[in-house]
């Protein structure tokens, strides 16, 4: 089985900037993305869960597989959409089978 080098794009943000991430995911070109809810976590601020907080300050994980190049230029993008909030961006080497999907 032959496999194909990408990276993948993890982004953890309020849910109210994910128009914002999705727009620039679209206008980078990539071939889709997928949205997961988040529910409960823990960072350098502590714990949290999606229950305590307003369906306005819930979070979401945005992902996207692309080639290398243009994820590079979606994570930092996104980085400086995230500049003044809340996030995490995750890079990371992932290797596909159906290459013409992404």
């Given at each position: 089985m032959e496999t194909h080098r990408k990276k993948k794009l993890e982004i953890v943000v309020e849910a109210a900037l994910l128009?914002?991430?999705?727009a620039l995911v679209r206008a980078e070109g990539a071939s889709g993305?997928?949205?997961?809810?988040t529910l409960v976590g823990e960072g350098?601020?502590?714990e949290w869960s999606s229950a305590a907080l307003s369906p306005a300050l819930s979070t979401r994980?945005?992902?996207?597989?692309?080639?290398?190049?243009?994820a590079e230029r979606?994570?930092?993008a996104a980085h400086e959409i995230l500049a003044d909030y809340?996030?995490?961006i995750l890079l990371s080497d992932v290797e596909v089978i159906r290459e013409d999907h992404f």
């Open positions: 128009p914002r991430l999705t993305f997928t949205v997961l809810p350098h601020s502590g994980m945005l992902v996207v597989v692309a080639e290398a190049a243009r979606i994570a930092a809340a996030g995490i």
